[in-house]
């Protein structure tokens, strides 16, 4: 599907991770690679140095890497109103492939129900 990796937050269900597994993605959650007490700062670090795009529905990401002025990591900020994790697999599976140049250059992309955002990081 996408050379991307990503690394999924806690607040994403293993159920969405073991089915964008399925789908050929690779993804990772958080839980397997760090202490489930991990700081959001931590994460974003681990994403960075492993080349991987987060994916959240925690806004605190969104305003780490603008006070930083982050150009990495990627970041996919879900704001879906339903969050059962069929839905968000399926919006993630959809999404993806359409953004993935912007993943890949450094952005961060917003994915709500009726519309998909893109920033290019650092941002401004």
């Known amino acids: ?20 597994q399925q789908q050929g993605l690779d993804i990772i959650r958080v839980s397997e690679v760090m202490d489930g007490t991990a700081s959001d700062l931590e994460i974003l670090e681990f994403a960075r140095q492993e080349n991987r795009v987060i994916v959240t529905q925690d806004l605190d990401f969104s305003m780490l890497l603008a006070l930083g002025g982050y150009n990495k ?14 839905i968000v697999t399926q919006k993630l599976i959809d999404t ?9 250059e450094g952005g961060a992309v ?5 519309s998909v955002r893109t920033r290019r990081l650092p941002m401004r």
């Open 96 to 104: 993806i492939p359409q953004v993935e140049q912007i993943l890949t």
């Open 110 to 114: 917003t994915i709500e129900d009726a």
């Open 1 to 20: 599907m996408t050379d991307i990796k990503l690394l999924a937050d806690m607040n994403i269900s293993p159920q969405t991770v073991t089915a964008l």
């Open 73 to 86: 990591p990627s970041l996919i900020t879900l704001r879906l109103s339903l969050t059962d994790p069929n």
